[in-house]
Structure formats: C-alpha cells, structure tokens
T-cell receptor, first 116, second 109 residues
Framework: NAGVMQNPRHLVRRRGQEARLRCSPMKGHSHVYWYRQLPEEGLKFMVYLQKENIIDESGMPKERFSAEFPKEGPSILRIQQVVRGDSAAYFC??????????????FGEGSWLTVV | KNEVEQSPQNLTAQEGEFITINCSYSVGISALHWLQQHPGGGIVSLFMLSSGKKKHGRLIATINIQEKHSSLHITASHPRDSAVYICAVRGGGADGLTFGKGTHLIIQP
C-alpha cells in the first residue's frame, strides 16, 4: 500500500514562472491537506480539500496560490508568478476521513521549491 | 488561535540517554500529534493522542489535557533517533493542524 506520493521532490523555478506540485493520497483516502514549511519556520496549514471540493482554505495566501483535487488524478497546488519568498517545502497529507473527527493523518515526503 | 510551544529547541545527548521533549499549547484541543522529520526528508507521524499515554517501541508519548501539556520520551536513545521532532495540535472542529517549531535532537555515539 503506497504512501502519500508527492512530485516533484525538488523543483527550481525562476521568478515569475508557475510551479505545480502534485500529491497522490494513500489509496482509499479522499481527504487531502497541504502544508508549507518556510526556511527556519514551522509548518503552516494551507488548505484542506475533499474530492472536487475545497473545504478550508484559510491558510492559503490570497493571491497567486490555488489548489484542486479533481475527481480523477492527484491533488495539485499551483503557484503562479512565483517569488523568492515562495521558496519552501510543501507537504501534502491525506486521511481516510475528516481529521477533525479524530482520524490520523499521513504525510508525504514533501516537495522542495526553490525560486531563483 | 492556538499557540504551540516546544522545549527544548535544540538537544544534544549521548547514545543511551533518556530523552524528553515537551509541548505546551494554549487552547483546548481534540488531538495532539508527535511527528518526526529527518533533514531534507519527509514527515512521519509517530503518535496521535487525545488522552493518556501511548508507547511504540522505545518511544512514549503522554498528554495532560487539563495542563495542556504533552511529552515525548525516547528511551535508550540511538544516533538514528537524530531528527526534528514536531508537536502539532488540532482544535475541536478544525481540520488544519497547528505546529510547534520543532525540537532538533542530535544523539552522539
């Protein structure tokens, strides 16, 4: 049973380009969470999605960031017109049911974005 | 908003020592997670607690809901335990986790 799969593991983008990070949850998991870890800072919640729906995006920056979790395929975190401050590790996590109901959560290996 | 404080921030110990990492939070929670992160690596969930104590191998996690405090203990520490240990809490009804800044643990041979 494969774990949470993220790709790419490492991504380098020039300022102004777009970054797309993908997350395939564990088999049978329909709840996906994205977290960001800035250098020398702790992890921060970004967005929670359930298949085809954004449930909570209270941690998403208001501009340039978007997330989706289509019916088929992985969840995608998209960052448009990247800036140096977007350089961070982006972690995806999944759970079989809503974590607020007391279910555990499984993390991926992370995607490290570097903006040059 | 929940504030999560971990101590110590950095810890270096000798192989075999008993290790304790502490976590305090400010607002009532529905669950607390202890996570492990190796440098440049992914995050592994060690424990999820809502009360009492859990044990897995050489790792023990406890939580005191009234005092809003949790501890992670490592017995007979080993260099492979060297990692960042992160405490994360989930407030009642909320889905996103709030994280501490982590404890950088180094176990020297």
């Amino acid at each position: 049973n494969a774990g949470v799969m993220q790709n790419p593991r490492h991504l380098v983008r020039r300022r102004g380009q777009e970054a797309r990070l993908r997350c395939s949850p564990m088999k049978g998991h329909s709840h996906v969470y994205w977290y960001r870890q800035l250098p020398e800072e702790g992890l921060k919640f970004m967005v929670y999605l359930q298949k085809e729906n954004i449930i909570d995006e209270s941690g998403m920056p208001k501009e340039r960031f978007s997330a989706e979790f289509p019916k088929e395929g992985p969840s995608i975190l998209r960052i448009q017109q990247v800036v140096r401050g977007d350089s961070a590790a982006y972690f995806c996590a999944s759970s079989p049911r809503r974590t607020a109901s007391g279910n555990t959560i499984y993390f991926g290996e992370g995607s490290w974005l570097t903006v040059v | 908003k929940n504030e999560v404080e971990q101590s110590p921030q950095n810890l270096t110990a000798q192989e075999g020592e008993f290790i304790t990492i502490n976590c305090s939070y400010s607002v009532g929670i529905s669950a607390l997670h202890w996570l492990q992160q190796h440098p440049g690596g992914g995050i592994v969930s060690l424990f999820m607690l809502s009360s009492g104590k859990k044990k897995h191998g050489r790792l023990i996690a406890t939580i005191n809901i009234q005092e809003k405090h949790s501890s992670l203990h490592i017995t007979a520490s080993h260099p492979r335990d060297s990692a960042v240990y992160i405490c994360a809490v989930r407030g009642g009804g909320a889905d996103g986790l709030t994280f501490g800044k982590g404890t950088h643990l180094i176990i020297q041979p």
